[in-house]
């Protein structure tokens, strides 16, 4: 006897086992022990082999062994093993499921054994029983309508019961299935006479009717269904314009390949590049094995070339094009085999004409062959391009090249209209290229892209191009759009009536609504009647024609389509997730769940929940109408039971997808004092570095209220949370700061009351930190026109769909009275009605159906109190005052009261009033406006006393209202009419000459100050005169009036020259007066002015010793003591004294250092300020500058202190003397010098004698006399004295004239004295000054002619013996020795040469009377030698050295930049 087998998902249990959905999932589950029914059989039954593995995988009980017993004192003991036990918990738990898991897998597997082989065993059986009974086909259970997603597999299935048994074929669309013509794709089962078809990553092509054929002897039936294919992709390509590239062949792969981030619809240019790419996901990995990629355009293999680029590599695969043109155009698709198949990818690539040579002109031609390929000539066709706005194509070049050469050769001599043209003319032998440009009205378009290279060889077998003689195909018929994508469309179109034969394909042109310009859609004819339009924007309307194309040209456009608004094609949405459980009473469960991701371009307006035991794999509904909530609370369960979820989203479309089973959840009842989950989380307002994180309060509160919620981060892929918050937050949403840009984070959030923290929430899904594209920030303002308070968002995406949800604190707003909410377009304004301080807060605003286009806004006190000011002044308009009412005196003493609004209509108007009444426009006032410039003015011409009070102007200007008042009383008053008295007094001057610019000062580069002014009307007979101080200054130049400007030069500026000075200009209309007042803040001013242009004239220091000291001079154009010039020392400021003598001439300032020493070296400075600048000189006064200065210090010091004790005549002498003969003569003079001078008397050079007859006389040294007895017409001649002390002399020479009785007096003849330069001691080259004898001078003889020696001021040794001992020289001869060191001739008569000086030239000339072989000063490098050894008493040596300038041993230099030392002030003597 048999025994009984129940199916295993018919056995009641009292156990809970997982079902194959929930194998995935490591949740912890207690087993309970199952009961088996026992067979009654004697053969090894299946149910003996399952019971038999049932106790193979029973757990037993443990039983704690003998030597793991402790005693009372070993568990105290085991603390220590206790805590090493409680880490290791969770891992042993860990392994305890997942051998569990594996028993309740190995147990299902066992069963579905046991009943496939009782199945196998009971249909032999029924077979055997109804063999006998002749049966047509039957379809018991019938095939079913799918609607399934592209990509997705669909597997129709059926069961047919027949006798003998049917045999069932598969049909698609009534042509048979064949899985080998698409290998991968079909696969065919027949098992227990259930049939099915599976169709593996379907596409959009594969929607269609499938039918089931069974067939037997008896007859035949017929079961069919529909299947459809949704895309959720880019619009469906391939399967929409029925572009399904062909599989090249059989390629095997081991390798799991999945495509992601694939290219999208790409758009290009000609001459430019275009890169499709695709990533990758293989396993395994391996880098010396990459996957096989093949790429198509439309339908033909493309291989790599130098216009194609492939590669496969990194992960990614890449196409290149590096030079586009528009034969590159098409629907490109990536093909990529993989272990179950192929996984394919297809996008359009869009390739648009390149900028015209020519404005106008065509496009390019395009898909350029050669046909017909003979030995001297090749049939060359092309297709030509679309013309939507240029002119139409007249014709075509063709142009050739041949192999090895780059130059082109025209074919045609005249355009050809055709798209075909025979070239001739070709080499045997040889390979050309071709290529076509277009022609119109406005030029010849760009080359197309040359041809492949052809032989011209003779063919045996060439497949000749037939030209087709219908002419341009017949325009197609009306197209028609249907909605595709937010952002494509798709046209179909009815083939053309005429013309199809030789059809190349068609261009589609487009135009928005309300626009004529259309614009290209495709660039390269496309051959099918249906194609999606891309590139377009998502709300504009649209509307399409079509162009048919053969080798004539285009034919005429077809009829436009309908309009068709840009939306997404409506679809079911997909499928909800992150169900979760809230609640559980022990009889019914709350789940949530997560709306889809994609609502299907419509809204979702329904949720359907089902439910199933873990038991069993029969999901029940639970609710058959419509959930618009996502929580749902499901009844009638099974305290105990697990039980799994699944959700459902319906739209317009219809029932979406399911989602995932959710994870078992046991219903028991919730009675832990914590709360349960929050729910619902979701993310608004993601930007770079924040986000903001949204939920809903948990259903099941716990033992308490909800106290707060903490908030957890990781970053995805982590399970390291990190708490946000340390306190509990009471509301429900929290922004999240300090994000990382471009990083990915998950979070949840646990729900505390006063019992501690509750289960957190499940995770979220992962979130970028980064902004959607073109994101907008909620705007503040005040509407212009109703003065509304409002917040807007312009959305950056939005679909049909989408709604703009406001929230305030995060809390849905809905219908509130405080608020209006409108949208327009892509633009939502909250508006708000009497705003007040409860309306401040956080306001945001979500856009459902998009990707997360969310802001927020805070409005704040301040904020609403300026929006508060502005919305009153809108809905009160006032007409807005630029300026308000002021007053401007004009050049007439006219007063003109103005207004300036920022805005005036022309129907404006307004009034004046003055003391409360109107002024109207008339006698004495004049009142006007200006609408462009918004200016409202009235001029009084006459200003007076009467005019004092309050101005008024109101302005109406539509509902805008304005008024602005002016006081003009009191001492404002008085100003505006002072002023405006002035204004008339001034243009009543203004008819004379008067002055343009009054007088002013400016400083010419020789710091010459000029008085300058301006004077206008002015005539000839116009008069200019210049005072000071009312005492009028003619200048040397008289000033000219008819030139318009006048001039006073003021040299030598400094503070004699302050005072008041007067310009004035006057003729019988009038005068004029201008006065400047030079004096404290104008003198400084002209001070400055001077001392800038000095300052910047100012020569470098230099040196110049005096007798005094050494000299810092700098030179500069001008100076003046009132310049602000300050010496420095050191850094030190030096203030004038007797030691440091400051002062200046007007070509240079100077510094003095009296008696110098070696304190006195170092850094010296001079710093003349201008008031804004300081120039500074400086000079190092060190070593070697400072020893020659001080060596020229102890000459000159030395030479002044000989000029100041040197002989000399005081007076007493007459030049010229004449007398009566035998009259008495007497020459008496007073001598001085120290010590006492030697006095010598001379007649006609020559000594004069004491005697009775001439006489010589000298009284105590200071009184010389010579007395001539009886003159006699002999003494006439010319006499001298010669006053000589060892410091030198003076030579004086007297004329003495002797007439006798009865003669007329001889005319009287001047004579000079002259004097002799004192001996000068040259400079000591040692640092040292030299001692007292080297600087003792030379001694003079008494010759009275001055002689020199060679070299030195100091007589030579053979010259420093005096003629005689005796104070009165001895010779007779008034000529010296021969051994004086001054030449002389022997004979008393001078020689032509002689050294005595001229008659009428006493004092020395630039040619010295005594010339000297070379200059009496010392050279600079003559050292001081000591003076010869002198006789007993007359040391002094009898050689004057007369100076050419005498008394003056210190020269000055006007150059304005001297050498910075200067050796000696006296001039050498020629």
């Not at 004077?1015 to 009312?1030: G, M, R, S």
């Not at 040692?1326 to 080297?1334: C, F, I, L, R, V």
């Not at 100091?1354 to 030449?1383: G, I, L, R």
Request: proline share 8%.
């Amino acid at each position: 006897m048999t025994s009984k087998v129940i199916p295993w998902y018919k056995r009641k249990r009292s156990s809970e086992v997982k079902s194959d959905f929930a194998y995935q999932y490591s949740t912890k589950r207690i087993v309970s022990e199952q009961t088996s029914q026992s067979r009654k059989s004697s053969s090894k039954s299946a149910s003996q082999v399952q019971a038999t593995a049932t106790e193979a995988m029973a757990e037993p009980a443990y039983t704690i062994p003998v030597f793991r017993q402790r005693t009372r004192e070993e568990t105290e003991g085991v603390e220590e093993y206790q805590r090493v036990s409680k880490k290791v918990e969770k891992g042993l738990a860990a392994i305890q499921e997942e051998i569990q898991r594996m028993r309740i897998s190995t147990k299902a597997q066992v069963d579905s054994l046991a009943i496939e082989k009782e199945v196998k065993q009971k249909m032999y059986r029924k077979v055997d029983v109804l063999e006998a009974i002749p049966r047509m086909p039957d379809f018991i259970v019938a095939l079913r309508p799918h609607t399934v997603w592209e990509k997705m597999p669909v597997k129709l299935f059926c069961t047919v019961l027949g006798t003998p048994m049917p045999v069932v074929k598969w049909y698609k669309g009534g042509v048979p299935v064949d899985p080998l013509s698409a290998p991968g794709k079909y696969k065919i089962e027949s098992k227990y006479g259930v049939h099915s078809l599976i169709i593996s990553r379907c596409a959009v092509s594969d929607t269609a009717d499938y039918s089931a054929v069974a067939t037997n002897t008896h007859g035949t039936a017929t079961s069919a269904a529909t299947v459809t294919v949704r895309s959720a992709g880019s619009g469906g390509w391939s399967s929409q314009i029925g572009i399904v590239p062909r599989l090249s062949g059989s390629h095997f792969s081991k390798l799991e390949v999945s495509l992601v981030d694939c290219f999208p619809v790409t758009f290009g240019v000609e001459g430019e590049s275009a890169s499709l790419l695709c990533s990758l996901v293989v396993v395994p990995d391996l880098p010396n094995l990459p996957p096989l990629v093949e790429w198509y355009r439309d339908d033909k293999l493309l291989q790599p070339g130098p216009l194609v680029d492939m590669s496969v590599g990194g992960s990614v695969a890449r196409l290149v094009l590096p030079h586009l043109a528009k034969d590159d155009e098409g629907l490109y698709t990536i093909r990529v085999y993989t272990k179950d198949g192929t996984s394919e990818h297809c996008a359009y690539l869009f390739v648009s004409d390149a900028t015209p040579p020519v404005a106008g002109a065509p496009g390019a031609p395009m898909s350029v062959k050669a046909y017909d390929i003979n030995s001297d000539y090749v049939l060359v066709a092309w297709k030509p391009p679309n013309t939507v706005n240029e002119a139409a194509i007249t014709g075509y070049f063709v142009d050739r090249c041949e192999e090895r050469s780059d130059s082109w050769v025209q074919c045609n001599d005249a355009p050809v209209k055709v798209c075909k043209y025979p070239v001739h003319g070709l080499k045997e032998g040889h390979s050309y290229r071709f290529r076509v440009r277009a022609v119109n009205s406005s030029g010849i378009s760009r080359a197309s892209r040359p041809s492949d290279r052809v032989t011209a060889l003779d063919a045996v077998e060439s497949a000749k191009l037939e030209g087709s003689h219908e002419g341009v195909p017949s325009a197609p018929g009306q197209p028609v759009a249907t909605r595709n994508t937010r952002s494509s469309a798709f046209v179909q179109w009815e083939a053309p009536k005429h013309g199809q034969q030789g059809l190349m394909g068609y261009y589609i042109d487009g135009r928005i609504v309300g626009s004529k310009d259309w614009f290209a859609c495709n660039h390269k004819p496309f051959k099918l009647n249906r194609f999606v339009v891309h590139g377009l924007t998502l709300g504009e309307t649209y509307v399409f024609r079509v162009q048919a194309v053969n080798v004539f040209g285009l034919s005429e456009e077809s009829q436009e389509s309908g309009p068709i608004s840009i939306e997404p094609a409506l679809a079911t949405p997909s499928s909800p997730y992150g169900i979760s459980l809230l609640n559980c009473d022990g009889s019914s469960m709350t789940v949530s769940w997560s709306s889809p991701k994609h609502c299907g371009g419509s809204r979702i307006s329904a949720y359907y929940v089902d439910k199933r035991d873990v038991d069993t794999l029969v999901w029940k509904e639970v609710n058959t109408s419509g959930i618009v909530d996502r929580v749902c609370t499901v009844d009638n369960l099974t305290e105990g039971t697990f039980y799994e979820f699944k959700v459902q989203a319906a739209n317009m479309a219809g029932v979406g997808l399911p989602s995932a089973p959710s994870l078992p959840m046991k219903c028991e009842a919730w009675t832990f004092e914590q709360p349960g989950p929050a729910y619902d989380l979701t993310f608004s307002e993601v930007r770079s570095h924040s986000l903001v994180l949204v939920w809903k309060a948990p259903v099941y509160t716990g033992a308490s209220a909800v106290s707060g919620y903490f908030v957890d981060m990781a970053k995805k892929g982590s399970c390291e949370f990190v708490a946000l918050n340390e306190e509990p937050i009471s509301q429900r949403y929290m922004q999240v700061r300090d994000l990382e840009e471009g990083e990915w984070y998950v979070f949840r959030v646990r729900t505390v009351n006063a019992h501690g923290i509750g289960r957190p929430s499940l995770v979220t899904e992962a979130v970028c930190a980064r902004p959607p594209p073109g994101t907008k920030e909620i705007v503040a303002g005040v509407d212009e026109e109703t003065g509304d308070i409002f917040l807007s968002l312009e959305a950056c995406d939005i679909s049909q769909t989408s709604a703009f949800i406001w929230s305030k604190n995060y809390k849905p707003i809905g219908e509130c009275p405080r608020v209006t909410v409108t949208t327009k377009g892509r633009t939502s304004r909250l508006s708000f009605i009497n705003p007040d301080k409860d309306d401040l807060g956080r306001y945001s605003v979500l856009v459902t159906d998009t990707d997360g286009v969310s802001a927020s806004h805070t409005l704040t006190e301040d904020a609403l109190n300026s929006m508060l000011e502005l919305s009153y002044a809108i809905r009160n308009p006032i007409v807005p005052l630029k300026h308000g009412l002021n007053y401007e005196v004009l050049e007439k003493g006219h007063v003109r009261f103005w207004v300036q609004a920022i805005k005036l209509t022309p129907a404006v108007t307004y009034r004046f009033v003055v003391n409360d009444k109107e002024v109207t426009s008339g006698e004495g006032h004049k009142i006007s406006h200006d609408v462009s410039t918004g200016v409202i003015q009235m001029i009084v011409d006459n200003f007076t006393r009467d005019s004092e009070g309050t101005y008024t102007v109101q302005i109406h200007d539509g509902k805008a209202k304005a008024q602005s008042s002016l006081v003009l009383v009191g001492d404002v008053f008085l100003a505006v009419l002072k002023e405006a008295e002035f204004q008339r007094r001034e243009y009543v001057r203004k008819q004379g000459a008067h002055f343009s610019e009054s007088v002013s000062f400016t400083v010419t580069d020789d710091c010459t100050v000029m008085l300058t002014c301006k004077v206008a009307n002015v005539k000839k007979e116009t008069t200019f005169h210049w005072y000071k101080e009312d005492e009028e200054i003619v200048p040397e130049t008289p000033p000219n009036v008819m030139s318009g400007a006048c001039a006073l030069p003021i040299p030598l500026f400094s503070r004699k020259d302050q005072g008041v000075y007067k310009a004035v200009i006057g003729d019988e209309r009038g005068k004029d007066t201008s006065t400047y007042d030079i004096s404290g803040e104008v003198f400084d001013d002209i001070i400055n002015a001077i001392a800038r242009i000095a300052g910047e004239s100012a020569s470098e220091l230099v040196v110049q010793c005096t007798p005094e000291g050494i000299r810092l001079q700098c030179y500069m154009n001008y100076y003046t003591e009132e310049m602000k010039t300050v010496w420095k020392h050191k850094e030190s400021k030096i203030a004038s004294s007797e030691k440091m003598r400051i002062g200046g001439t007007t070509e240079m300032a100077w510094m003095q250092i009296c008696d110098p020493s070696d304190k006195e070296k170092g850094l010296y400075t001079i710093e003349i300020s201008d008031g804004v600048k300081t120039h500074a000189r400086t000079f190092d006064l060190s070593g070697q500058a400072y020893t020659e200065a001080y060596e020229e210090y102890l000459r000159l010091k030395a030479a002044a202190f000989a000029e100041k004790n040197r002989g000399r005549v005081l007076g007493g002498l007459p030049d010229v003397v004449t007398i009566m003969e035998d009259k008495s003569l007497s020459l008496t003079c007073t001598v001085w010098g120290e010590p006492t001078p030697e006095v010598t008397w001379f007649k006609n050079e020559q000594e004069v004698a004491s005697n009775e007859h001439t006489r010589i006389t000298f009284d105590g040294g200071k009184f010389s006399s010579l007395v001539i007895n009886q003159v006699t017409p002999e003494d006439s001649g010319k006499y001298s004295i010669n006053v000589r002390n060892k410091y030198g002399g003076e030579f004086v020479e007297i004329t003495v004239s002797v007439y006798r009785h009865g003669e007329q007096i001889p005319e009287s003849k001047l004579g000079q004295p002259k004097m002799a330069t004192p001996a000068v001691i040259p400079p000591s080259k040692t640092p040292t000054p030299a001692s007292s004898k080297a600087q003792t001078p030379s001694m003079s003889m008494k010759s009275p002619t001055p002689a020199s020696t060679p070299k030195s001021p100091t007589p030579a040794p053979k010259s420093s013996t005096p003629a005689t001992k005796s104070p009165t020289p001895a010779p007779k001869s008034p000529t010296p020795a021969p051994k004086s060191p001054t030449p002389a001739p022997k004979s008393p008569t001078p020689a032509p040469k002689s050294p005595t000086p001229a008659p009428k030239s006493p004092t020395p000339a630039p040619k010295s009377p005594t010339p000297a072989p070379k200059s009496p000063t010392p050279a600079p490098k003559s050292p001081g030698i000591k003076s010869p050894t002198p006789l007993g008493k007359s040391p002094t040596p009898k050689s004057p050295t007369p100076t050419p300038r005498p008394r003056s041993p210190t020269p000055t230099f006007k150059s304005p930049t001297p050498p910075r030392f200067m050796k000696s002030p006296t001039p050498p003597r020629k």
